[in-house]
Nanobody, 124 residues
């Protein structure tokens, strides 16, 4: 089991910046990847950034490339999302996700865990 708590959301003017943080607790050793999703008003949850372990660099949605930077500290079970050049289209609830893989008999069991979400509002 993994528990996730996000922080850092708020209200910012267009062109501004925000930094979101997510702290995992519980079985953090089982986390293979951490990611950020968002859900805009009336929309579906969409991937913003994905950070896997090892030498893999972060992957970003096209809307985030060049503006957002995701990082992860595997040992601490944390991930951050630095968001710059924000615009009103970035207004959404942002969720932290942890994907876990644990041995399960002769195979593996994978699970996804979610934080409660943090509201980001960008005003024009």
């Amino acid at each position: 089991q993994v528990q996730l708590v996000e922080s850092g959301g708020g209200v910012v003017l267009s062109g501004g910046s925000l930094r979101l943080s997510c702290q995992a607790s519980g079985s953090i050793f089982s986390i293979s990847a951490m990611s950020w999703y968002r859900q805009r008003p009336g929309g579906q949850r969409e991937l913003v950034a994905l950070v896997r372990g090892g030498d893999s660099g972060p992957q970003y949605a096209d809307s985030a490339k060049g503006r957002f930077t995701a990082s992860r500290d595997h040992r601490k079970g944390t991930t951050t999302l630095e968001m710059n050049a924000l615009n009103p289209d970035d207004t959404a609830v942002y969720f932290c996700n942890a994907h876990t893989i644990v041995p399960y008999g002769a195979t593996w069991r994978e699970n996804d865990y979610w934080g409660q979400g943090t509201q980001v509002t960008v005003s024009s």
